[in-house]
């Protein structure tokens, strides 16, 4: 009987705790490539990193506003259409981590597959096969030379080095800790040059690995 007792204490009290789960739904507003204003809540997209308003990609000379794009490509994917949010969790700024559906549609999944949002493998991998599609089609930011946004928001101001035309982004870097190869968004990635002979650029991992690269450890 005591023991009935103490699990009903503990199944009432934990009946009592509040959600985390939230679920927003309503008026959109876009306020950039990855972050939205939802029936009074900020959002941000969660498992997913677009440029800055203000960042730039490409080459020298042949820069383009890929900030603004990314932003116009989030809009033309809410606009007119029901939006609901759904996340567990907020960051530190007070916005909701969430994942995005405007008429079913994952528009998460959508911005990294165009090529308009990378997979930010810092907090999630959900994403990671659609940003490999876009790498591998050359769309949006793998369209050339770019700094990832984490990169950007550190000061960055040019890509670290250049990517080859093939846009394969993946960096095989040889040091005294080894052959390691480095995904984009990951930890030391924008310092990271490519220079020696035996260093190189690769489109996968299983090309990084079948060239004796191995994944940086966190």
């Not at 990314?70 to 949010?85: D, H, I, K, M, Y």
């Amino acid at each position: 009987m005591l023991i009935f007792r103490s699990l009903l204490v503990l199944m009432l009290g934990l009946a009592a705790l509040p959600s985390l789960a939230a679920s927003v739904t309503g008026e959109v507003r876009v306020i950039d490539g990855d972050t939205l204003h939802v029936a009074g809540q900020r959002v941000r997209l969660f498992g997913i990193d677009a440029p800055e308003r203000d960042q730039s990609c490409g080459a020298e000379g042949a820069r383009w506003d890929c900030g603004s794009w990314a932003t116009a490509e989030l809009a033309a994917r809410v606009e007119g259409r029901r939006v609901v949010c759904e996340g567990a969790e907020e960051d530190r700024y007070g916005r909701l981590l969430a994942v995005c559906r405007a008429d079913g549609e994952d528009i998460n999944a959508a911005l990294v597959r165009s090529g308009a949002a990378l997979a930010y493998r810092r907090y999630s991998g959900r994403y990671v096969d659609q940003e490999g599609e876009a790498q591998r089609s050359r769309l949006g930011l793998w369209s050339g030379e770019m700094v990832t946004p984490e990169a950007h928001r550190r000061g960055a101001d040019a890509p670290s080095a250049a990517a080859p035309t093939s846009g394969c982004a993946i960096k095989g870097n040889v040091s005294k800790n080894g052959r390691i190869y480095h995904l984009p968004g990951s930890r030391d990635y924008a310092r990271t040059r490519i220079s020696g002979p035996e260093e190189g650029w690769f489109c996968t991992e299983a090309e990084a690995r079948a060239a004796g690269f191995r994944p940086i450890r966190n």
